[in-house]
């Protein structure tokens, strides 16, 4: 995978994981278009499309769309099905997701895609473990954050 | 002074609060000063807190560049949370373009040698966003020891470190090869997958690796099939289907390891049968790896039966309701048409229907694909097809559906009347989205097409009589009017009902093409023409033509005007030889860039017509010969055709620089022939402005010690290309290095199948006559695609 994005049907992004070295610039560039292309698209349509050398994946839920940059080798198919495993873990994490929980918590919605996917591959396969693995670190935090707290003023 | 900063939600709701732009830039201002001034001072306790609140601005597309040091200094923090945020933060902000993304290498090597699991994932999940290749190499060597690290969750995150420190830096594969063969045996499901990516890797990288991990292939087939066999597992099964991931992964593996390997295929076709008629394909899970299993079966050496079975699938996905289905099912096989067009021509109904797709995107595919299954038995079925959909099609693919339709008919057409019925409909029907030289192309085919004269010019004169807007159909039927009116007036004709058409009218209705604002400058002068030809081909007076002809005399359009002003005085004072420059034209030969016939036509016809067609190819019989060998009995060597360029001929000699081909994407050179010294290579050309058009110089070097005399090249190719033999540079090679012969080759390949090319070469060499005859190979496909 080269990039995902996710953004409301106003455009405005949410989230965005890059794979590949691109400037800002670019990447502003990516965005605006891209978002653009999906947006014109109707209802009824397929979930893939071809744009520049990239085949992009996207699909919505709700009030938001997840749009996935794959090469020419990848299976269309499967990335639907990542997609999904996302969606399916930030509703697991946040109980019934919506896209203001995507707002509020965005680090957690970075933090709970970087234990799904690495490098662009996806690393585990299994729900449990990647909730297990977002549980314990953020114990850690809470952790920490009481100790802050309790500590000598 | 201590003002407690903002919390990040709370920033978040203050921005959203904003109700216009300029307030919500205001906010995020006044809130980034706040950020910097917290950055100067360097308060650790809420650095994080703050860059946090920079990360979210940074997403609506605010400057966040004064955050990168911070991000630094918290990853070099104890501080698990630090370091959450400012890894995150390293991976948003900073990236290989910019000289600080290198000073988080040192902390990143430590937090992989020193830190928890956590905080080990967090330093490999960021260098395998953002690590650069610098980085990769210097650490290349702690994440080779982190694949040995007990904890799993590490380790599956190591293996997908080391691929990406492979795809930046290719040499790091000698370090990453020999854990491959352990790493194998793991059970955890994240760890092998990761591995089987990385055996990709390492095999699309280097031909050594790929030989090399073959030898696993029955370890895959063991794997996959222990995935296909274990029940339901609540941990990794999707729609009840075993880790997709993982299935659609090594069956990608397998396709690389057995491509072009007989053996490796052989150890998977049971395997692969398995998948293919055991997966549940209810939901999209079991469709993913039914997809990739297909490309798989398609991809390597499998028995035939299985690629029979795989494009059925195929087909079995064209008629699955879900429209993602359709599309890759469209999608691949459009790139199976060439290779297993039997077996995809079974499915043309299914993909027929989908030319009715509301989406574009299908709609197209299926308009491709039908177009590459069109062939000589069901050519007038698929026409008919593909003329309906040109009907309602979406204006996008006007274009395309018309010249296939027109290309498909220049293969296949069964009757020349048929062909000619066929361009008329599509003219009729998407006039304006054809090409150029379908206009051409027409006249061409009526013009040769004696017995349908009569028929042409009144199916067209009817069609101009109805619609005089679209162009293409305007200007043939100017055309055919003006050189068959005599035939248009003469009223029988036993193929469509008699048509009593008035002389008055036909002028009439010439005179109104010129006169029609639609009419474009080039139709007016096939229009002014053509009424100029009817002089002498009808009975009335010339009275009314006369005016016409003088009246543009004065025309602002200086082509026109030409015209006219000729025409004008052809009539005053070269009446005599009117008759014989009206006459009606000899056949144009095809071939080469089509130019405007029209205006050079009348006037060269005088001087041309008494000229004989002269062969400019004296081998003509010996190359029939073989294009026999090529292709068995050609229909082209028995039709009349002179090889010589006829008038309009002439002047695409004229026009075209034959020795310097302009320039065009590098195609590489191919060598040949070799033989004692004497060697023939190959260069190609592909003009960007004429893609049907392949240029071909024949070079032959001698680097022996004898000349090489009497050197003759022949070529021949299939028959739907067309080939022109320009003449070579001489007969000699001379020995020693001496100066190449070089010859031009001029291909024409407008459909773009697949080149073959046969030469023959004779020649005398050291007192010896050669003969040899040889098919080229390994032709680059550039050359024809």
Redesign the interface.
Same mark, same amino acid.
């Given at each position: 995978m080269q990039f995902m994005l996710l953004f409301s049907r106003q455009g @405005?992004?949410? $989230? !965005? @994981?890059?794979?590949v070295? $691109? &400037?800002d610039k670019e990447k502003?560039k990516i965005t605006r278009e891209l978002v653009q292309t999906v947006l014109a698209r109707k209802p009824?349509?397929? &979930? =893939?499309?071809?744009w520049r050398d990239l085949k992009i994946v996207y699909k919505r839920y709700a009030s938001l769309y997840f749009c996935c940059a794959i090469e020419d !080798?990848d %299976?269309? $198919?499967?990335t639907?099905?990542?997609i999904h495993?996302y969606v399916e873990l930030l509703d697991k994490y946040f109980g019934s997701v919506c896209e203001l929980d995507i707002? =509020?918590n =965005?680090?957690k919605a970075? =933090?709970i895609l970087?234990e799904f996917l690495?490098?662009g591959?996806? /690393?585990?396969? &299994?729900?449990? %473990?990647v909730l297990k *693995?977002i549980e !314990? *670190?953020d114990l850690? /935090?809470e952790v920490?954050?009481r100790q @802050?707290v309790a500590g000598p003023f | 002074m201590l003002v407690p900063s903002l919390k990040v939600q709370d920033l978040i709701e203050e921005i959203r609060g904003a109700k216009t732009q300029a307030q919500e830039r205001e906010v995020i201002q006044k809130e980034c000063a706040h950020i910097r001034a917290s950055f100067r001072d360097g308060d650790p306790l809420h650095r994080h807190r703050q860059l946090a609140k920079l990360l979210y601005v940074h997403m609506l597309g605010y400057p966040a560049h004064f955050g990168q040091m911070e991000c630094l200094k918290l990853i070099a923090s104890p501080r698990f949370t630090d370091k959450r945020v400012g890894y995150l933060g390293a991976m948003l902000l900073l990236d290989e373009r910019q000289d600080a993304h290198l000073l988080i290498t040192n902390s990143i090597k430590n937090d992989l040698s020193q830190g928890t699991q956590a905080v080990q994932g967090l330093a490999l999940c960021t260098l395998s966003t953002m690590g650069s290749a610098e980085m990769c190499r210097d650490l290349a060597t702690e994440v080779e020891k982190l694949l040995l690290q007990p904890s799993p969750y590490v380790r599956k995150k190591a293996v997908l470190t080391a691929v990406h420190m492979i795809r930046k830096v290719p040499e790091l594969s000698t370090i990453f090869l020999p854990p491959c063969a352990q790493l194998l045996h793991e059970r955890h499901h994240g760890i092998l997958l990761g591995t089987i990516t990385l055996i990709m890797e390492l095999c699309e990288r280097s031909p050594a690796a790929l030989k090399h991990f073959r030898k696993v292939v029955p370890q895959l087939v063991q794997i996959l099939r222990t995935l296909l066999t274990t029940g339901y597992s609540t941990e990794h099964s999707i729609s009840g289907v075993s880790d997709p991931f993982l299935q659609v992964q090594i069956l990608r593996l397998l396709r690389i390891l057995g491509r072009n390997h007989e053996e490796s295929s052989e150890t998977m076709n049971d395997l692969l049968a398995q998948v293919a008629t055991n997966t549940d394909t209810s939901r999209n899970a079991g469709n993913a790896v039914l997809f990739e299993t297909v490309l798989t079966i398609l991809d390597i050496r499998s028995a035939a039966g299985l690629r029979v079975l795989a494009v059925n699938i195929l087909g079995r996905f064209l008629l699955n309701s879900d429209k993602n289905i359709r599309y890759v099912a469209l999608t691949s096989l459009l790139r199976l048409v060439q290779s297993d067009h039997s077996a995809v021509q079974r499915h043309r109904p299914t993909v027929v229907e989908c030319l009715q797709e509301p989406d574009t995107s299908l709609s197209r595919r299926a308009l491709e694909l039908s177009l590459a299954l069109v062939n000589s038995s069901n050519v007038r079925a698929m026409t008919q097809e593909l003329q309906g959909f040109l009907q309602s099609c979406p204006t996008d693919l006007r274009a395309d559906c018309a010249s296939g339709i027109l290309l498909a008919a220049e293969r296949y057409a069964p009757t020349k009347r048929w062909h000619i019925d066929t361009i008329l409909r599509v003219l009729t029907t998407a006039g304006a989205h054809v090409r150029d030289d379908a206009v051409a192309n027409l006249t061409q085919l009526i013009g040769g097409a004696q017995e349908l004269h009569a028929y042409s010019v009144r199916r067209l004169y009817c069609a101009l009589a109805e619609d005089i807007s679209q162009q293409p159909l305007v200007q043939v039927a100017a055309w055919c009017i003006g050189e068959y009116g005599d035939l248009l007036l003469e009223g029988s004709c036993e193929e469509i009902e008699p048509l009593q058409v008035e002389e008055e009218e036909v002028l009439a209705l010439l005179e109104r093409v010129l006169q029609s604002h639609m009419s474009l400058p080039a139709t007016r002068g096939y229009a002014l023409t053509a009424l100029m030809k009817l002089s002498t081909r009808l009975r009335g007076d010339n009275n009314r033509i006369r005016q016409v002809v003088s009246i543009y005399g004065s025309c602002l359009d200086v082509e026109l005007q030409q015209r006219a002003v000729e025409y004008d005085t052809l009539f005053r004072k070269y009446d005599h030889m009117r008759a014989a420059i009206l006459e009606k034209m000899p056949l144009v030969e095809r071939g080469g860039p089509q130019v405007d016939e029209e205006a050079k036509e009348s006037k060269e016809e005088a001087r041309l017509l008494e000229a004989a067609p002269v062969p400019t190819e004296p081998q003509a019989s010996k190359l029939l010969d073989l294009l026999d060998l090529l292709d068995g009995p050609s229909e082209d060597a028995q039709h009349p055709r002179p090889l010589d360029p006829s008038p309009g001929g002439a002047l695409v000699h004229l026009l075209d620089l034959p020795c310097a081909p302009p320039p065009a994407a590098p195609i590489p050179n191919l060598k040949v022939f070799e033989r004692e010294g004497l060697q023939l290579s190959l260069s190609f050309v592909r003009p960007p402005e004429t893609p049907a058009l392949l240029l071909i110089t024949v070079t032959a070097t001698n680097t022996s010690g004898g000349d090489v005399t009497h050197f003759i090249c022949q070529a021949a190719v299939p028959k739907s290309f067309q080939l022109q033999l320009q003449a070579p540079s001489g007969d000699t090679v001379p020995a020693q290095g001496g100066l190449p012969m070089t010859q031009l080759l001029r291909i024409l390949n407008p459909n773009k199948a697949p080149l073959r090319l046969k030469l023959r070469l004779t020649y005398t060499h050291f007192g010896q006559s050669v003969q040899e005859i040889f098919e080229v190979n390994n032709l680059p496909v550039e050359t024809w695609q």
């Open positions: @405005k992004l949410r $989230l !965005q @994981k890059w794979y070295p $691109l &400037s502003k009824k349509m397929c &979930s =893939f499309l071809e !080798q %299976n269309e $198919l499967i639907l099905e990542i495993r707002i =509020f =965005f680090e970075y =933090f970087d690495l490098g591959e996806v /690393q585990e396969t &299994s729900k449990k %473990n *693995a !314990q *670190a850690l /935090q920490l954050r @802050k | -």
